[in-house]
């Protein structure tokens, strides 16, 4: 520095900013421009350049000391530029923003600027925990707890104790493919389109002639409602008839899953006991009605006994006295060793108190997410109208 040099001089020299921190790394999928710019926006934010002389070398010292191309330099500085960073004077350079950009400043700095400035005390942001529903905090994490539990099974090396896999590795892929092509080649298009909240049509004839045919069901095609698979039957079934804190009856034992789902609706599930015929529908004088009972008459899970028939007429003129609607889970229906399946509960019900519900997972695969229900001529509309709401086209039919 020359002697000569005026104090003014000195003075600008001494409030150039050195950046001596700044690394670039030339092999990082971060452009040099955007390393450059954060790091010194890093820098200014830390509060060490308060002084309003603070000034930036110019875009070629910066290029030359960092081993960088002048463009690259002007790039970080523009953007920093536009965020309110830097300001640039007429013939002496660029300078460091004072104050920063309100948006980039810690709380206690910006605290601090704005009393600084006479402006009001801002109040300190709070940290609040998420608040969950009851709804969700209600849904037991584990199976049942005592009740519907069968203990700890043990197993060895290599076996899978878990209930309701089908041998996924015996299921024909070559036959399902062709017959997924036919069926592509013979609709087409239409089948990619909005469908009926109800389900497809076709779907729904093909299921209520297998009934029909295989399960003795007494139902029509527009009494079934496709649906994403079991617990969806339950989940749709338990909306349109229990309010809150109205009692669900279960086996006890029980499919641990349809528990959590009837608590999610809001219902007070009441387990019941089992013996040799089924379920046990004593009930006693202070004891709520049901408003669901949820059984599996043909297959009991987890025990395997069937519901004998005597126990399955009592059931129904149970239902029918006290109001109450019968949730038939038929999920192992399909399978028997020896013989045809027995018929449905819903083949035998003459006043119109089983909500009969199957599933394509143990005959097909489970993750198709596939199922039906059979409503009572009654249930059919409040039924499809729940269904409806978790389809958006259906919210828009609706809305039309």
Known sequence: MSRSESPLKKRRRRSIIAFELIRLDRSATEPLHEQLYRQIRDELESGAFTDAASRLPSSRAMADDLGISRLTVSLALAKLHAEGYLRSKARSGTFVAQPLPEAFLTADKFAKERTRRGEPKAYRPVEHRTRISHRVK??????????????????????????????????????????????????????????SSRGDADLRKAIATYLCDFRGARCHPDQILIVGGMQQAMLISAMALVDPGEPVWMEDPGFHQARRV???????????????????IARSPKEKQPKIIHVTPSHQYPLGMTMSFERRTALLDFARANNAFIFEDDFYAEFRFTGPPLPCLQGIDDFGRVIYAGTMSKILYPSLRLGYVVAPEALIDPLVKIRSTMETRSLRQTIQ
């Open 138 to 195: 209600a849904i037991p994490d584990q199976r049942a707890g005592r009740q519907f539990d069968l203990g700890a099974l043990g197993a060895g090396p290599g076996v899978s104790l878990v209930p309701g896999l089908p041998a996924v590795d015996e299921f024909p892929i070559d036959i399902w493919e062709r017959l997924r092509t036919r069926v592509l080649t013979q609709k087409g298009a239409h089948l990619l389109r909005h469908a």
């Open 262 to 280: 009837f608590i999610l609706a809001g219902a007070k599930v009441v387990p019941k006991p089992l013996d040799q015929e089924g379920i046990v």
